[in-house]
């Protein structure tokens, strides 16, 4: 299994701002993704951090307001820029699995609320 | 493009009744089928996992089945408690290599003492 964890927990902002979440794994993973869930919804993905290169977005989502950091095979971060409420959500950080299974994990998320 | 639904979107029980929530795909070209617990503003806890190959996985009070080629997948929960509450997701992934899976949009399960 992965353990996850993710800064912040939660967050307050202002329109217009920015924030940057973290996402630790404790073992080196290839893939990252980053999945949005907006209030009452399912999770949407937003992308994929690739360690190496550059993201992989999901249609919808571009790099300017979702810039994300893939430094190495442990850590990634996700920047939602020039936020506006619509962007209020709770945003979680996922790794496959490395056994047979590939099992899916999550991180604890970070609940976002933009005023 | 795999489309997962879940039903009921909302559940309302007395603590000790026996559950069963529901999942269906479209494509059963799946990989891998995973049932999942989140409660209110957190993460996703991973339950069970069950392989294309598999027709059922069990854990605790808690049994996952699989049948492929109707599309369906059924979350038991035996004796539920009111520490059940919360909402529980299906994902399937497709086979063909990709790690990304879809995701059905949640039943809120709630157990009231």
């Known amino acids: 299994s992965a353990v996850i964890s993710q800064k912040p927990s939660r967050d307050i902002c202002q329109r217009g701002t920015s924030l940057t979440i973290q996402c630790q794994v404790d073992?080196?993973?290839?893939?990252m993704f980053w999945y949005r869930q907006q209030p009452g919804q399912s999770l949407t993905l937003i992308a994929t951090?690739?360690?190496?290169?550059?993201?992989?977005?999901e249609s919808g989502f571009v790099i300017d307001k979702f810039p994300i950091s893939r430094p190495n095979l442990t850590f990634s971060t996700l920047t939602v820029s020039n936020m506006s409420p619509e962007d209020s959500s709770i945003y979680l950080c996922?790794?496959?699995?490395?056994?047979?299974?590939?099992?899916?994990?999550f991180g604890p998320g970070t609940r976002l609320t933009v005023l | 493009k795999q489309e997962v639904t879940q039903i009921p979107a909302a559940l309302s029980v007395p603590e000790g009744e026996n559950l069963v929530l529901n999942c269906s795909f479209t494509d059963s070209a799946i990989y891998n089928l995973q049932w999942f617990r989140q409660d209110p503003g957190k993460g996703l806890t991973s339950l069970l996992l069950?392989?294309?190959?598999?027709r059922e996985q069990t854990s605790g009070r808690l049994n996952a089945s699989l049948d492929k080629s109707s599309g369906r997948s059924t979350l038991y929960i035996a004796a539920s408690q009111p520490g059940d509450s919360a909402t529980y997701l299906c994902a399937v992934r497709a086979s063909g290599g990709s790690y990304i899976p879809t995701f059905g949009r949640g039943t809120s399960l709630i157990v009231h003492p």
């Open positions: 996922s790794v496959p699995g490395q056994g047979r299974d590939n099992e899916q994990f």
């Open positions: 073992s080196q993973v290839t893939m």
């Open positions: 069950i392989q294309s190959s598999q």
């Open positions: 951090a690739n360690q190496g290169s550059e993201a992989t977005y």
